[in-house]
């Protein structure tokens, strides 16, 4: 093996043992990649340094969460809704508790190829700069855009387990999800709920939480270290949109009561360059080929071609 592909080998081993680590850990390690990866980065540096002129919307640093109510993207997420709904209502309850299989409370991944062409309605509302500015200032980059996904979330008869319990994820140290409801979501559907940046911290710091072993929270181990009422459920109406980070939000989601509505959702992931799952977005990124030559500077970035 000669010195170049070993030392890919070896900065690959790197990530997947570092991800598995400690909060902290982690911070420093995608911390030291962005530094190192200044320089190629500068564009997307000084694009996000922009976004984050007044005026638009603004992910709150210290929460890690913004929600947007119906009204205000309606012109983005009307034609959306419309072609989502029509998909799910298509397939049928049945048949997509079919997809999720036996073992599962969610249904995913059954987004047709259409709908990542960049003329689709999702395409279009993942790329608008009302959508991805506020998440290139919150971040301090412009990220990357990496999966589109409707989830289906039912009623599930076991007890909760995985995404059901508290946790952060794994493949960054700071992300952006948002969330379209594509349906009305109460409390007996099943909202993603979290906690706010800031107490995930203390939550953190406290329970010596890992990525390994420690990736679950129980929830009464959540209450002993933050207490009662710090929870933040995002039900609303359709075309509620929510921005939340999910690596730095302790959360859970899909706890679909026995009576409760199906939730439905659109979900979009917004990673930095620096995040675990990539050695290098410019090769890696789902999207990369939508990017064409004359399309701005800052879609080509968040598609991940430069």
């Known amino acids: 093996m ?170 960054d140290t700071s992300q952006v999800k948002v969330w379209v409801h594509l349906g009305d979501v109460d409390e007996r559907s099943g909202p993603l709920t979290l906690l706010d940046a800031t107490t995930s911290d203390v939550l953190a710091e406290a329970a010596g939480y890992d990525f390994a072993e420690g990736y679950r929270v129980p929830d009464d181990r959540v209450a002993e270290l933050v207490g009662a009422g710090r929870a933040v459920a995002l039900v609303g109406p359709a075309g509620t949109v929510d921005f939340t980070d999910t690596s730095r939000c302790f959360h859970f989601g899909s706890r679909v009561a026995e009576d409760g509505r199906p939730r439905r959702l659109l979900m979009l992931q917004y990673l930095t360059p620096y995040a675990f799952d990539f050695a290098d977005h410019r090769k890696e990124a789902a999207y990369r080929a939508l990017a064409t030559a004359d399309a701005p500077e800052i879609e080509r970035l968040v598609l991940g071609a430069d």
């Open 2 to 171: 000669n010195a170049g592909a070993d030392a890919i080998r070896q900065e690959a081993l790197e990530r997947r043992a570092v991800k598995k680590t400690t909060v902290a850990a982690r911070r420093a390690y995608t911390g030291a990649r962005g530094a190192a990866l200044r320089e190629r980065d500068e564009p997307r540096l000084r694009l996000a340094q922009a976004a984050a002129a007044p005026g638009g919307l603004g992910i709150p640093g210290d929460r890690g969460l913004l929600r947007v109510g119906p009204a205000e993207l309606a012109d983005l997420t009307t034609g959306l809704l419309a072609d989502a709904n029509a998909l799910i209502d298509g397939i049928g309850h049945e048949g997509l508790r079919s997809k999720s299989g036996e073992k599962s409370f969610i249904a995913r991944g059954f987004l047709p190829p259409s709908a990542f062409e960049r003329q689709s309605p999702y395409m279009r509302f993942a790329l608008d700069p009302r959508i991805v500015h506020p998440i290139a200032a919150y971040l301090g980059v412009v990220p990357v855009l990496t999966e589109i996904d409707i989830w289906y979330s039912a009623h599930h008869p076991k007890a909760p387990k995985s995404s059901q319990l508290w946790h952060l994820d794994n493949a």
